[in-house]
């Protein structure tokens, strides 16, 4: 495969004759390592077409795939105390926040946005792996918790679409109190009477896993998505053997019953408007046309004397 | 015979002195007797010295100190007519995770905590204290009769973390954990947590969602071990020293964040040098909150439990 690499992009260089697009021009799949333009890969959202591979997909793009037509307003995060431990290792945790910030264009790990799904108004709090890997510090954990309560106040369904490393170590403490806050949050939901669901997507592990990600009330995971408490190499350090096929893979969790459903990409919408119609809207039983003759002898209960007169 | 931490090296040379001296001693000769009231009194001072100023990852050491008084010790201590109770009733019983009524100042209460083990074969027993999710499974059985028996909870932390292993991941470690802590969050009747330890990350806070919540003086609580975040942040587990440090892992820097209430003091030189001393103390911190607490209704107590979790770290600051 890697000719196509090493071959066909010089060409398209050449060709072109600008030498940044190719880049952009062409994405490899992470999975089977097959090259595809761009476009194709974004039409198909970023899942390949030769194996079914489902790549990491921008956080704006899923909500764009989410919600009806497209269309969301994302709100503003709460504003929380910047870097309350005074945090640095090589670089300064502020650094660090400045540095993602300007990558992403967000101000923490997290977005929460509302619009409508399947009609229905609905609210997402969606993670963005490629701020600080998606770990969760306090702007994370208030964004949860603003997303509940907005939720609660539109009488909505929240879903909550992890993609983490877990906890912000830089936060300390701090982070791992998000555990119990998160916790707090969804469970504001759930008393309000409302569907809170968890999309699993790649990675989501440590304590968002542990906390919010393992509450819903439906779990569903994207194909192929690595999720679990203890990372992999922690776990091969300790039980020093060889860990097992498809080790927490979202299939792994399927069969070990920590997910309802693994649901590929393309059908995540359909799916996720389905469950919470039937989980908010129960509807009345349907009448058949013929109401059933409740003096049918068949199906009449006898009375205490019919029952005498049997004797 | 105890055990020395390294930076205790020299009072362990001067108490070994004394202990010599002692040997030889009652031969008449008055001035033994004035040589070792000197060494002691040096000794003394050498200790408040060490344990007045512990740094950070000095704590982490005192915290892990094998004859530190686990949750055996405190039970032992501090409840009376104990029964221990096993099992979550769908895999097995966890020994990293133990727990059973008993009576505490003549009270029914539910105790629950994590057992590391007071030598190698318990360490091995109760995996070092490392649950698995049967364990916290246990631990939320357990919470749930103490609701139905209206029985104050207790827990004593003092967990590495939660076990990573294949068993733990494939039976639901993260669910198991997350589960826990949203029981201890609903519960009807009071729960106070005592850190008297290592307080593990998640294998902590599982356990630790509490209406109140103490440290013992020396022990720590972070959100990952010093080593294991020198290994992914300064890319060397020997920076562990540094990290311990950048986490604020310590009760007092706790204290000052707000996430732990309140600090209860240990006897001079650690838990470990009079461990009588700390189980008497922990005793009447722990009686202290439940009196307070008791007499919250069922409604105050779980909307007060929630409301400090959602401000924790709102007006945090070093
Ligand atoms: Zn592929």
């Known amino acids: ?311 | 015979m105890r055990n020395f931490l390294n930076f205790e090296q020299p009072i362990a040379e001067l108490e070994g002195k004394i202990e010599e001296l002692r040997h030889l001693g009652d031969d008449g000769e008055v001035n033994i007797a004035d040589e070792i009231a000197r060494l002691q009194t040096k000794a003394d001072k050498l200790l408040r010295q060490a344990y007045s100023k512990l740094t950070p990852w000095q704590k982490v050491q005192v915290a892990r100190h094998p004859q530190r008084p686990h949750f055996a010790d405190y039970v032992a201590g501090l409840v009376t007519d104990y029964v221990p109770l096993a099992g979550d009733r769908a895999y097995a019983d966890d020994k990293a995770i133990q727990g059973g009524i008993g009576r505490f100042n003549g009270r029914s209460v539910m105790v629950i905590g994590h057992e590391k083990g007071g030598d190698t074969q318990g360490r091995v027993k109760h995996n070092f204290g490392m649950a698995r999710p049967e364990g916290y499974r246990k631990a939320m059985r357990l919470m749930d009769m103490a609701d139905r028996f209206r029985l104050p909870v207790v827990t004593l932390v003092d967990t590495p973390g939660a076990y990573p292993g294949v068993g733990a991941e494939e039976r639901g470690q993260a669910e198991a954990i997350a589960r826990s802590i949203e029981k201890c969050l609903g519960l009807t009747v009071p729960i106070v947590s005592v850190v008297i330890g290592e307080g593990g990350s998640g294998g902590a806070i599982a356990l630790a969602a509490a209406d109140r919540v103490l440290m013992l003086e020396h022990s720590v609580y972070s959100v990952i071990s010093p080593e294991g975040c020198a290994s992914i942040l300064w890319r060397s587990a020997e920076n562990a020293q540094t990290a311990a440090e950048a986490l604020r892992l310590t009760a007092a820097d706790l204290a000052k964040l707000g996430v732990v209430d309140r600090v209860v003091g240990e006897p001079m030189g650690g838990a470990h040098r009079v461990p009588k001393e700390m189980i008497d103390a922990l005793g009447a911190a722990v009686e202290r909150e439940l009196a307070t607490l008791s007499e919250l209704d069922v409604a105050t107590l779980r909307r007060q439990r929630r409301e400090k979790f959602l401000a924790m770290g709102r007006d945090a600051q070093i």
């Not at chain 1, 793009?61 to 105390?81: Q, S």
């Not at chain 1, 997402?124 to 998606?134: C, E, H, L």
């Open chain 1, 1 to 311: 495969m890697n000719w196509i690499a090493n071959f066909v992009r010089p060409r398209i260089k050449a060709l072109v004759g600008q030498p940044d697009v190719p880049d952009n021009l062409w994405t490899k799949c992470s999975g089977c390592g097959q090259m595809m333009f761009h476009r194709d890969v974004d039409e198909n959202h970023h899942v390949c077409q030769h194996c079914g591979h489902h790549m990491h997909l921008p956080v704006d793009k899923r909500l764009a795939l989410l919600f009806d037509d497209g269309a969301y307003e994302t709100i503003e995060l709460p504003k929380v105390k910047v870097d309350p431990l005074k945090f640095r290792d090589h670089k300064r945790y502020t650094d660090r926040l400045k540095e993602a910030q300007s990558k992403t264009g967000r101000q923490d790990a997290i977005i929460v946005a509302h619009g409508r799904m399947g009609g229905s108004r609905t609210v997402i709090a969606a993670f963005d792996f490629k701020f600080m890997g998606g770990s969760m510090g306090m702007a994370v954990g208030e964004g949860l918790v603003a997303a509940a309560r907005l939720a609660v106040m539109q009488q909505a369904p929240l879903i909550a679409i992890p993609a983490s490393g877990g906890a912000r170590m830089q936060e300390g403490i701090l982070s791992l109190m998000q555990m119990p806050r998160t916790t707090v949050a969804v469970e504001e939901v759930k008393e309000a009477g409302l569907p809170f669901i968890v999309l699993l997507t790649d990675p989501t592990t440590g304590g968002v896993t542990a906390s919010f990600a393992m509450l819903g009330d439906l779990h569903i995971a994207e194909p192929g998505a690595m999720i679990g408490f203890a990372g992999r190499r922690v776990i091969e350090q300790t039980v020093r053997e060889t860990l097992p096929e498809g080790f927490q893979t979202s299939e792994y969790l399927l069969d070990h019953g920590m997910v309802d459903l693994v649901v590929k990409r393309s059908d995540l919408r359909e799916t996720l408007i389905r469950v919470i119609d039937l989980l908010t809207h129960p509807g009345v039983p349907e009448m058949p046309d013929e109401p059933v003759d409740t003096k049918d002898e068949s199906l009449a209960i006898p009375t205490p004397e019919e029952n005498r007169e049997a004797e």
